[in-house]
């Protein structure tokens, strides 16, 4: 940590520099962990879905029990419609039949070109079906399925040949003198054969290249980084092929946000109130004194208070409130509506009771509550209908929230709720606040709450029993509300992905992916490619923070070191002038260390028994030579250029000494009698007296000196003595056997 910046170390507010690993480890745990994978395959299961529909158009898929029915609307249905709803084959339909000119059509003409009544049409919508569904369970690969496409409409457009040519052949067989199709119908359905082999070459090509690259399947490495920019065209993609449940997504997170500025707004109430003046009355005194609630927010009289508290708030929180506002606004409108529609026709009821009062008098939540549970009393057909007749009331944007409020509420919720109650007999619900076992009544919990807790449950178990538990509940659902709902799974975890990549994260691997587009030459070599930018962007970040750590790193070796110099009072100006100049020392340490290496056996692997003998043999050394280190009173005496404490004069007749060292040194240097102990403070008078001055500031320059020595490292001075002679004292390091030249008599 830095000492010189409080609160920041070397490494922002982290404790240690970064370990090492390897830069493909990295790329592949940062692709994964930002589920770059999913997105890839959400992404080209959405374009996919796009593409079978510009060829078929729009179709019905209905599920019971394991059957998996396919119905095409009505030809009336997509007289409204565009040309991407349509698809292609059913444009070139109705072109073909706008040749009859107001004629009416031949029966075989009829039969080929009204799709929703054909049968090798209809085998066509279904085989191009199997093959999503296929897709989407991860049972066929993208290419295999284009090319299987391809195939099928193959067979419809030879199915198409077989029947124009059946009639010519039925004709000629009875011996008719005509054809039996008219010239009219043959026109027409040579028309639309021949637009179908050109719409098969233009989507397709020769192989399936075209449909894949023409028609984008697969999402190119700058748009997968444009994903997690909310505001590109790929986002909006993705946004627009999940338009309703993201309503309902959106529905239940203005409810989390909502609550969390609620508990905001009760905390800084509670601060208010406590540090108002006694007795005076303010605005805050129209609150309730219990806390508030979400419900709450929309209360009238409350409304003065909560503002004023409100603009006291973070500016963040402040947005949410105003955005609920807006939301609370559409929702009342939605409510009201709908409370009407039900009111009108005698079906609005509370706790069993009927309500008859002006729904506009009614609080809002219990009026919520009643629409909610009338709701569930009422037929499939009876609550489709109450829908198109409360759209209708209603503004574009209040559609599509009334859309997803509807899908928020009778799907998202009530699979919560079955879900909630299972764990809780299992002993497996938990708060999502406070991760406490949940056991009341989940009643009491809004509905916000009740998600957020069964989704933090639920992502506590492993992927089998989480997903066990959701098909249980979803099993209760229609056929079509149980696609709502894995819809609405997959629109979560997308958003799930996307708010957990950091925004710095989000810019660089848009850069990276840039780069690694401009070097990628074929499709499928663009996911490999992106792993080698990251990668190769980890390394550069990791040598960056490994200069910065190794810079950090010295600096923090020269404080240990001239903490180490300043404990053990290593000078080295004093211990360079006692070795040069007293020769006793230099040759009573020279002689001993000489003896302990002599000693010591050649050997360089030594036994305990070994080891423990040397370590003696060098304390006793130590021991006995006065070396000028430590805190003594010898080397202080010397340092400051004291007369010398270590020997005390002897009293004769007692025969011990007068003055013991420590005492003989004060008394030389600050002329005192003190107590036989090392005294800090003393001998820090001793420093600052004028006379000494120079000696202290020559030993703390001594201190830094050695502390930048320590700091040096060994191997430092190892390799700098090498390079002036021999420390190893045994001879020169063996080459290596890979360097030893090979002898002549080696055999061949």
């Known amino acids: 940590r830095n000492i010189f910046y409080r609160g920041r170390g070397v490494f922002g507010h982290e404790t240690s520099a970064p370990s090492y690993i390897s830069s493909e480890t990295f790329a592949t745990a940062l692709l994964e962990r930002i589920g770059l994978e999913t997105l890839i395959e959400k992404l080209t ?379 809780q007999e299992e002993e497996r619900l938990f708060d999502s606040k406070t991760r406490a076992e949940l056991r009341d009544s989940l009643v009491e919990l809004d509905d916000s709450h009740l998600y957020q807790s069964v989704k933090y449950s639920l992502n506590l178990m492993s992927n089998e029993e989480r997903q066990l538990r959701i098909n249980a509940a979803a099993r209760k659902l229609l056929t079509d509300q149980r696609q709502i709902y894995r819809n609405f799974q997959t629109y979560e975890q997308i958003q799930d992905l996307l708010a957990g990549v950091p925004a710095s994260v989000k810019q660089s691997l848009a850069i990276l992916a840039r780069r690694a587009q401009v070097k990628v030459e074929r499709a499928k070599d663009q996911l490999d490619q992106f792993n080698i930018e990251v990668s190769k962007w980890f390394d550069r970040s990791m040598s960056r923070a490994s200069g910065v750590y190794k810079r950090n790193a010295k600096g923090v070796a020269i404080i240990i070191g001239f903490l180490i110099a300043l404990v053990s009072n290593a000078d080295t100006f004093h211990v360079v002038a006692r070795l040069s100049g007293d020769d006793d020392l230099r040759q009573i340490i020279t002689t001993r260390v000489s003896g302990i290496t002599q000693n010591a056996k050649s050997e360089e692997l030594y036994s305990r028994q070994q080891l423990r003998e040397l370590k003696q043999n060098t304390d006793a050394v130590l021991q006995e030579i006065s070396l000028p280190l430590r805190w003594t009173p010898e080397n ?34 600050l002329n005192e009698d003190a107590p036989e102990r090392f005294d800090l403070i003393r001998i820090s008078r001793i420093a600052f007296r004028p006379e000494n001055i120079i000696d202290a500031g020559r030993m703390f320059l001594g201190w830094l000196v050695t502390g930048l020595a320590i700091a040096m490292g060994a191997p430092f001075w190892f390799d700098l003595m090498s390079k002036i002679m021999n420390v190893r004292n045994t001879g020169s390091k063996p080459a290596p056997a890979t360097d030893k030249e090979p002898t002549k008599n080696t055999a061949v």
């Open 45 to 423: 299961e959405i374009r996919l879905e796009k593409f079978v529909t510009r060829i078929i158009g729009l179709y019905e898929v209905q599920e019971e029990d394991s059957n998996r029915f396919v119905t095409i609307p009505a030809e009336e249905t997509f007289q409204y419609k565009d040309y991407r709803e349509k698809g292609g084959i059913r444009v070139l339909a109705e072109k073909a039949k706008t040749l009859s000119h107001d004629t009416e059509l031949g029966a075989t003409a009829t039969d080929l070109l009204n799709l929703s009544n054909n049968a090798d049409f209809i085998a066509l919508v279904e085989e191009y079906d199997d093959l999503l569904k296929d897709f989407r369970v991860g049972e066929a690969e993208l290419e295999t399925c284009v090319e299987r496409m391809k195939e099928g409409l193959d067979v419809y457009i030879n199915q198409i040949s077989e029947k124009i040519s059946t009639n010519d052949l039925t004709l000629e067989a009875s011996g008719g003198g005509g054809s039996a199709l008219s010239e009219l119908e043959k026109q027409q359905l040579n028309y639309f054969k021949k637009r179908l082999v050109s719409l098969k070459t233009g989507t397709f090509g020769e192989g399936t290249e075209r449909a894949i690259s023409s028609g984008k399947l697969k999402p190119t490495l700058l748009e997968i980084a444009q994903v997690f920019d909310r505001a590109s065209m790929t986002y909006q993609e993705i946004e627009g092929a999940y338009k309703d449940v993201a309503a309902a997504y959106a529905t239940g997170m203005m409810s989390q946000k909502i609550g969390l500025v609620v508990t905001a707004l009760n905390q800084q109430i509670h601060y208010l109130k406590a540090n108002a003046k006694t007795g005076k009355k303010t605005i805050l005194n129209q609150l309730p004194d219990r806390l508030l609630t979400i419900g709450d927010l929309a209360e009238e009289p409350y409304q003065p208070g909560i503002n004023e508290v409100i603009q006291t708030l973070p500016a963040e929180e402040r947005q949410i409130y105003k955005d609920w506002q807006t939301y609370q606004q559409a929702f009342t409108n939605i409510v009201q509506a709908i409370a009407e529609q039900l009111q009108s026709q005698g079906k609005l009821f509370d706790n069993g009771v009927e309500l008859t009062q002006p729904v506009s008098e009614v609080n809002l939540e219990i009026l919520r509550q009643s629409v909610i549970s009338s709701f569930k009393q009422l037929p499939p057909e009876e609550c489709r209908l109450i829908d198109q007749s409360v759209l209708a009331q209603l503004p574009p944007l209040d559609q599509q929230t009334y859309r997803g409020w509807r899908i928020y509420q009778q799907i998202i919720l009530e699979v919560a709720r079955d879900v909630a109650l299972k764990l």
């Open 636 to 669: 202080l005496s010397q340092q400051f250029n004291c007369r010398s404490a270590a020997n005390p004069t002897p009293n004769v007749a007692s025969g011990t000494t007068l003055r013991t060292p420590w005492r003989a040194f004060y008394a030389t240097c």
